[in-house]
């Protein structure tokens, strides 16, 4: 099994452009998350979607906005990148949030 | 709301000493508490979890962390580490419902001196 595959593994964007970033789960999952790793601050929560049809804001949501398109499914959107976004973003999902599987993360640079 | 503290950043140590990695948390209700540990330029894995049951689990590879509700405590401890220990710990909890999130500490980075 893949597990938890995120898409792309490195960008760089420049100041104002979108995009965004891909997470599918093969382990037919509920809850589905996006955290953003910056050195000193741990894993701080972006969004996370407990179900199909569902998204919640977490602990850092500004300037981002997500999409839970089915079950396997939670893509991350950055509409105007800006410096203070550059970090590593990581993709988990889990059942009843009993223990969380991670992508092996997203290198984004914003110049 | 759930929440998660590491009170140490950094944690240097000699190999075969022992080590605590402390973590204290934060919960109106009852809780699942995990420590996850990434290596250099890695993802994270699960090192191990409190759901229920035994407040004292245990890894495969000598880690154990004690959940104490009293103290709102999961404190990490292995009592001799070796170089390949070299990693960032991170302590997590969630509130334990379909709908709860995960939220983590700050991490602490252990190091490991030969």
């Known amino acids: 099994n893949a597990g938890v595959t995120q898409t792309p593994k490195f960008q760089v964007l420049k100041t104002g452009q979108s995009m965004t970033l891909q997470c599918a789960q093969d382990?037919?999952?509920?809850?589905m998350y996006w955290y953003r790793q910056d050195p000193g601050m741990g894993l701080r929560l972006i969004y996370y979607?407990?179900?199909?049809?569902?998204?919640d804001k977490g602990e850092v949501p500004n300037g981002y906005n997500v999409s839970r398109l089915n079950k396997r499914e939670f893509s991350l959107r950055l509409e105007s990148a800006a410096p203070s976004q550059t970090s590593v973003y990581f993709c988990?999902?889990?059942?009843?949030?009993?223990?969380?599987?991670f992508g092996q993360g997203t290198r984004l640079t914003v110049v | 709301a759930q929440s998660v503290t590491q009170l140490d950043s950094q944690v240097p140590v000699f190999e075969e000493a022992p080590v605590e990695l402390r973590c204290n948390y934060s919960?109106?209700?009852?809780?699942?508490l995990f420590w996850y540990v990434q290596y250099p330029n890695q993802g994270l894995q699960l090192l191990l979890k409190?759901?229920?049951?035994?407040?004292l689990v245990k890894s495969i590879n000598g880690f154990e962390a004690e959940f104490n509700k009293s103290q709102t405590s999961f404190h990490l401890r292995k009592p001799s580490v070796h170089i390949s220990d070299t990693a960032e710990y991170f302590c997590?909890?969630?509130?334990?419902?379909?709908?709860?999130?995960?939220?983590f500490g700050s991490g602490t980075r252990l190091s490991i001196r030969p």
């Open positions: 988990a999902s889990s059942e009843r949030s009993t223990e969380a599987f």
């Open positions: 382990m037919n999952h509920n809850s």
């Open positions: 979607s407990a179900s199909e049809g569902t998204t």
């Open positions: 919960s109106s209700v009852s809780v699942y």
């Open positions: 409190y759901l229920s049951g035994s407040t």
């Open positions: 997590a909890v969630s509130e334990g419902s379909s709908a709860s999130k995960i939220i």
